[in-house]
């Protein structure tokens, strides 16, 4: 009798049950267990709002609710275009003048959202934080590295570390047109919350392709490989080189995606002309700057399953709505057909949305609950002349991927400008 009703019901409970067939509770509970145990109903909480007593119901009959509210909801979302979609990124990603931060947990907010995407290394101070944050403060980020709240570091491989060794020399010293790792200000380096790091993979290089380095660069790996973090003046003494080429060692392993170091400073120090060219600041800071270097992969990486839930997260932080065209900047993402499959586990289990959000773009597309109601209310919105002048080192330089027209560099030090969410020339 109670298998009978229970392929009729949906969603019910044994005191339900109890009401409608008045036959006696713990015979009602027996037979529901009975049921749960040859794989015909399941348990748990369906109903909204959650009811605190276990709702017991059908398997198919369940997996017919579910397919019925997702095509609803997917029903109730009306697309925004690509402009009104930009309009909405300039807010949620504090571009916006109205929607900036400030402070260091202002700053800690702006890192969690970026986290993972790769900029020049010269460009995220000036062109990325204080476009984001009122009255930067550089002090703030240090402090944020050096309390082992943030670090950073380059994740994307060089090639010169990941591609497979070419036909060596006679004197088996370099292989034939070897690529070189040229130290250089523009190196992409990106931040991540170590406490929300399991989207970051291990490391892709091998250790036969470190002969690419130059001697000082392998004898500054060697010795953080054997004795772990250590401060400049250590490493000097240690590999026994002069301090000028440990500066230009280091500043190869950071190209190179090798090392990181406790603060930004280390590396502001390196990569600023300024400091650099002045011998007696250079003396103070550069040698002496708080933190101590070390090698950037120092854990295990999360298993795949983490990881790839870890990313999905990361990009809906990061633009609220994903689908496959928005992520081709992200070079630290994995393929999209991963993300997908984990996209949509997470949309069945109710965590996030799936539906056409951004019309004009083909594919699924899912995004976070409450950035679909902040989405929604942009398109009842009215633009009102808004100009907003960004980086094209930004993550939001979509421009030939969300807007129409060609695709801008990401040059450091180059600028666009967008009116109501469109290009301006």
């Given at each position: 009798?109670?298998?009978?009703?229970m392929?009729?019901?949906?969603?019910?409970?044994?005191?339900?049950?109890?009401?409608?067939?008045?036959l006696?509770?713990?015979?009602?509970?027996?037979?529901?267990?009975k049921?749960?145990?040859?794989?015909?109903?399941?348990?748990?909480h369906?109903?909204?709002?959650?009811?605190g007593?276990?709702?017991?119901?059908e398997?198919?009959?369940?997996?017919?609710?579910?397919?019925?509210t997702?095509?609803?909801?997917?029903?109730?979302?009306?697309?925004?275009?690509a402009?009104?979609?930009?309009?909405?990124?300039?807010?949620w990603?504090?571009?916006a003048?109205?929607?900036?931060?400030?402070?260091?947990?202002?700053?800690?907010?702006?890192?969690?959202?970026?986290?993972?995407?790769?900029?020049?290394?010269?460009?995220?101070?000036?062109?990325?934080?204080?476009k984001?944050?009122?009255?930067?403060?550089?002090?703030m980020?240090?402090?944020?590295?050096?309390t082992?709240?943030v670090?950073?570091?380059?994740?994307?491989?060089?090639a010169?570390?990941?591609e497979p060794?070419?036909?060596?020399?006679?004197?088996?010293?370099?292989?034939r047109?070897?690529?070189?790792?040229?130290?250089?200000?523009?190196?992409?380096?990106?931040?991540?919350?170590?406490?929300?790091?399991?989207?970051?993979?291990g490391?892709?290089?091998?250790?036969?392709?470190?002969?690419?380095?130059?001697?000082?660069?392998?004898?500054?790996?060697?010795?953080?490989k054997?004795?772990?973090?250590?401060?400049?003046?250590?490493?000097?003494?240690?590999?026994?080189?002069?301090?000028?080429?440990i500066?230009?060692?280091?500043?190869?392993?950071?190209?190179?995606?090798?090392v990181?170091?406790?603060?930004?400073?280390n590396?502001?120090?390196l990569?600023?002309?300024?400091?650099r060219?002045?011998?007696?600041r250079?003396?103070?800071?550069?040698?002496f700057?708080?933190?101590?270097?070390?090698?950037l992969?120092?854990?295990?990486?999360?298993?795949?399953?983490?990881?790839?839930e870890?990313?999905?997260?990361m990009?809906?932080?990061?633009?609220?709505?994903?689908?496959?065209?928005?992520?081709?900047?992200?070079?630290?993402?994995p393929r999209?057909?991963?993300?997908?499959?984990?996209?949509?586990r997470?949309?069945?289990?109710?965590d996030?949305?799936?539906?056409?959000?951004?019309?004009?773009?083909?594919?699924?597309?899912?995004?976070?609950?409450?950035?679909?109601?902040?989405?929604?209310?942009?398109?009842?919105?009215?633009?009102?002349?808004?100009?907003?002048?960004?980086?094209?080192?930004?993550?939001?330089?979509?421009a030939?991927?969300?807007?129409?027209?060609?695709?801008?560099?990401?040059?450091s030090?180059?600028?666009?400008?967008?009116?109501?969410?469109?290009?301006?020339?």
């Amino acid at each position: 009798m109670v298998r009978g009703w229970m392929q009729h019901l949906g969603p019910t409970t044994c005191y339900e049950l109890n009401k409608l067939l008045s036959l006696d509770v713990s015979s009602i509970e027996q037979a529901l267990l009975k049921l749960e145990s040859s794989g015909l109903i399941l348990r748990g909480h369906f109903r909204t709002p959650a009811r605190g007593e276990t709702e017991w119901c059908e398997r198919r009959l369940l997996a017919r609710i579910h397919r019925m509210t997702l095509g609803r909801l997917h029903r109730e979302i009306q697309p925004v275009s690509a402009a009104e979609f930009m309009r909405w990124l300039l807010k949620w990603q504090h571009l916006a003048p109205e929607t900036r931060l400030s402070g260091e947990q202002g700053l800690l907010e702006v890192i969690k959202q970026l986290q993972g995407f790769e900029i020049p290394a010269n460009a995220w101070e000036q062109q990325i934080f204080a476009k984001r944050i009122k009255d930067y403060d550089r002090d703030m980020l240090d402090r944020l590295c050096l309390t082992g709240a943030v670090g950073w570091g380059r994740l994307s491989p060089h090639a010169a570390v990941t591609e497979p060794e070419s036909v060596m020399t006679s004197n088996d010293a370099l292989p034939r047109n070897t690529k070189r790792i040229m130290p250089t200000s523009v190196a992409p380096i990106t931040f991540f919350i170590r406490e929300e790091a399991d989207w970051m993979a291990g490391p892709v290089y091998h250790e036969e392709n470190l002969a690419r380095l130059s001697h000082a660069a392998k004898s500054i790996y060697n010795y953080l490989k054997q004795r772990g973090a250590s401060f400049f003046t250590d490493i000097a003494r240690g590999v026994n080189k002069l301090k000028a080429e440990i500066e230009t060692g280091l500043w190869e392993l950071v190209t190179a995606g090798l090392v990181t170091a406790d603060g930004f400073d280390n590396l502001r120090a390196l990569i600023d002309p300024r400091r650099r060219s002045d011998k007696r600041r250079r003396r103070i800071q550069t040698r002496f700057s708080s933190g101590r270097w070390s090698l950037l992969y120092g854990h295990e990486p999360a298993p795949e399953p983490e990881q790839l839930e870890a990313a999905c997260w990361m990009l809906l932080k990061r633009y609220g709505v994903v689908f496959r065209d928005l992520i081709v900047r992200e070079k630290n993402s994995p393929r999209w057909r991963d993300l997908l499959n984990m996209f949509r586990r997470m949309e069945a289990r109710g965590d996030i949305r799936g539906g056409r959000f951004v019309d004009g773009f083909l594919g699924e597309q899912f995004a976070l609950p409450y950035a679909v109601d902040s989405l929604r209310a942009i398109k009842k919105q009215n633009p009102c002349d808004e100009i907003t002048e960004f980086y094209a080192v930004d993550p939001l330089n979509l421009a030939g991927i969300v807007l129409p027209g060609p695709r801008i560099p990401a040059t450091s030090g180059k600028k666009l400008t967008l009116l109501n969410g469109v290009i301006s020339s």
